[in-house]
């Protein structure tokens, strides 16, 4: 299981970090991935992490402003979200498979979600 938390109000240009703890089976052998849903769109990539070697990937739209990282002996992701933006706005889920794959950023590959928190930026 995945619980995602950190989510919240915040002004543009400000920080929010978001968690993702799995339980039951180590995440460190995982593939996983921060994905977010906007009001009435569809479910979009934001990062990915690999496991092993950790090597990560972002959408566009968020290099440069945040990062994803895991901390393997808490079983737990992680999202920091800088000079955060209005359009940064949606609800964020955390996402894991058991490999990885090279379609990291399609949705549906994932076998595991979170339940989803929210980021608000206000202008």
């Known amino acids: 299981q995945l619980q995602a938390s950190g989510g919240g109000l915040v002004q543009a240009g400000g920080s929010l970090r978001l968690s993702c703890a799995a339980s039951?089976?180590?995440?460190?052998?995982?593939?996983m991935a921060w994905f977010r849903q906007a009001p009435g769109k569809e479910r979009v990539f934001v990062a990915a992490?690999?496991?092993?070697?950790?090597?990560?990937y972002y959408t566009d739209s968020v290099k440069g402003r945040f990062t994803v990282s895991r901390d393997n002996a808490k079983n737990t992701v992680y999202l920091q979200m800088n000079n955060l933006k209005p359009e940064d706005t949606a609800v964020y889920y955390c996402a894991a498979r058991g490999y990885w794959s090279v379609t990291y950023y399609v949705p549906s590959i994932y076998n595991y979600w979170g339940q989803g928190t929210l980021v608000t930026v206000s202008s």
């Open positions: 039951g089976r180590t995440s460190s052998s995982y593939a």
């Open positions: 992490i690999r496991p092993g070697l950790g090597t990560t």
